[in-house]
């Protein structure tokens, strides 16, 4: 009776061994055995584009005429933005540059903010607008930046209640150790816009995501 | 040795599957990215003073569709720029209003490059009118402002232009341009001296901005126009924005308990596996 107990024993063992290494597999795979980022389900239902007494959504079939004599008057200060396809409308403050040099992010994660230090919206130049990609609990108020498509339409309204019409040009990821200085913060020679967010992977040592989402948009209007 | 083997290839195709979930899973989708944009731009200027006003078109070479249109552009204007691809094309003048399909006054060739920006003005008088692009500057030096002036009054053949204790153009003829120099940024009077007399006009001249100042003929002797060429921002922060404090991020799950208990399920099987080896040699050995 000595032999068949111990050779149970072992059948058994070798029987939930092999269990326990598919249970160990299966939970594996369930777990890591998909690379796609996890996105919240609901997006947010699209904004209405802002109107103004000057603003014609028409269209402009031919480039836009020159306006006479294209000088170097500033347009008005930006205060709100709208970003119908992603649901964005959100008021606009002042971004300056931190102790550090670098740049100053909004206080509140349910605003952008334009950095003072770049040109207006709608003037030559790239103008330079950030937000947050989330807080510490969910989405904020760029989390929706990245699904931006060429052709999406980015509105700045203006304390004089004008509004520039942009068009998004391209979506594009950086490693933040490599930030593309040059490209968001130089010289353009037409009315731009470059809306800046985070991405990427999460570091939870710093704190910090490792890319920047940038949008890059055109005058249109 | 059946059952050994078939336990050794159960075994070995489980840490087979382990090696390839692994890298998998650590591997993070990134790149949102299109193509970077290559794009050149072109502004279109009307400087000849005893030309009406005309419309301009833009054809990608060789090609008569889908022009850029510009219309009823009159002595004086600029347009903005625009963004176009990089390559070959026409650009032709036609007189406000004439048909598209009409012969065009004047038309003429230039190349664009990716990352350059180009003026195409129609330069010189009504009688030996011109297209001709003038070469833009994108990057004045840090804190600097680069100026340039196109001269386009008919009234005074040469004019010089000054800047403070800066010459910006010495006695600069008619339908011609100054290379860009870089001056200290600020407002003040732009002087301009001609055969006739010396006006002065108030100018803006940025930091880190490119300007041409344009010379035109005005009602009344000569005026000023000043254009921003290209604009960046004043101070370029120091790397990256940090927007966004990870609520949404995907919480990296540890594989080491999935890992941890696999190697554990193979050691238990191991060690069932090698326990049965040995009374099944046992018996054997007995029943001899």
Redesign the interface.
């Known amino acids: 009776m000595k032999?068949p107990r111990?050779?149970l024993?072992?059948?058994?063992?070798?029987?939930?061994?092999?269990?326990?290494?598919?249970?160990?597999?299966a939970?594996?795979?369930a777990?890591?055995?998909h690379?796609?980022?996890?996105r919240?389900a609901s997006r947010p239902s699209t904004v209405p584009a802002p109107t103004s007494p000057e603003f014609s959504p028409v269209p402009n079939q031919?480039?836009?005429?020159?306006?006479?004599?294209?000088?170097?008057a500033q347009p008005a200060l930006p205060v709100k933005l709208t970003i119908p396809s992603i649901g964005v409308r959100t008021s606009l403050i002042h971004l300056g540059?931190q102790a550090?040099?670098?740049?100053q992010?909004p206080g509140s994660?349910t605003v952008a903010g334009w950095?003072t230090?770049?040109?207006r919206p709608g003037?030559?130049?790239?103008a330079?607008i950030?937000?947050?990609?989330?807080?510490?609990?969910?989405?904020?108020v760029?989390?929706w930046l990245?699904d931006l498509k060429?052709g999406d339409k980015v509105y700045v309204t203006r304390a004089d209640g004008t509004i520039a019409v942009f068009s998004v040009?391209?979506?594009?990821?950086?490693p933040?150790?490599a930030?593309p200085?040059?490209v968001?913060?130089?010289?353009?020679?037409?009315?731009e816009l470059r809306l800046?967010?985070?991405?990427?992977?999460?570091d939870?040592t710093t704190?910090?995501?490792l890319?920047?989402?940038i949008a890059?948009a055109?005058?249109v209007q | 040795m059946f059952r050994y083997s078939a336990a050794m290839t159960l075994l070995g195709g489980l840490v087979a599957l382990v090696t390839a979930v692994a890298p998998a899973a650590s591997a993070s989708a990134s790149t949102t990215g299109s193509a970077s944009a290559s794009v050149g731009w072109v502004r279109c200027a009307h400087l000849s003073p005893n030309t009406p006003a005309v419309d301009v078109y833009m054809y990608a070479f060789g090609t008569t569709s889908n022009p850029t249109i510009l219309r009823h552009v009159s002595y004086g204007n600029v347009s903005d720029y625009m963004a176009v691809k990089p390559g070959q094309y026409t650009v032709a003048m036609r007189a406000a209003g004439a048909p598209s399909a009409s012969k065009p006054v004047l038309s003429n060739s230039f190349s664009i490059s990716a990352g350059k920006s180009y003026t195409i003005a129609g330069v010189g008088p009504a009688n030996g009118l011109r297209l001709q692009a003038f070469d833009d500057q994108l990057t004045a030096p840090a804190g600097k402002s680069l100026v340039r002036v196109i001269q386009a009054s008919l009234k005074e053949h040469n004019v010089t232009v000054s800047y403070g204790s800066d010459v910006l153009a010495n006695k600069l003829a008619f339908a011609s341009a100054t290379n860009y120099q870089a001056i200290e940024a600020g407002s003040g009077m732009v002087k301009f001296s001609s055969s006739g007399s010396d006006t002065s006009a108030p100018v803006e001249l940025s930091a880190d901005t490119v300007h041409t100042i344009v010379v035109l003929d005005g009602a009344n002797g000569l005026k000023v126009d000043t254009l921003t060429d290209a604009a960046g921002s004043q101070v370029a922060p120091a790397g990256a924005a940090q927007t966004g404090f990870g609520g949404t991020a995907p919480r990296p799950v540890s594989p080491a308990p999935w890992l941890l208990t696999m190697a554990a399920g193979a050691l238990l099987a191991l060690a069932g596996f090698a326990s049965l080896r040995r009374t099944r040699s046992g018996r054997t050995g007995a029943a001899r």
Do not use: M
Request: charged share 5%; net charge positive.
């Open positions: 032999l111990k050779r024993w072992s059948v058994t063992a070798l029987t939930a061994g092999v269990l326990v290494v598919g249970a160990g597999t939970g594996l795979i777990t890591h055995g690379t796609s980022t996890v919240l031919t480039a836009q005429p020159p306006g006479g004599l294209s000088g170097v540059l550090n040099g670098s740049l992010v994660t950095y230090g770049s040109p003037a030559v130049g790239g330079v950030a937000g947050h990609v989330d807080n510490y609990h969910g989405p904020a760029f989390y990245r060429p040009t391209r979506v594009q990821e950086y933040k150790a930030f200085t040059s968001v913060y130089g010289p353009a020679p037409d009315a800046i967010t985070c991405g990427g992977t999460f939870s704190g910090h995501y890319s920047n989402v890059y055109t005058l």
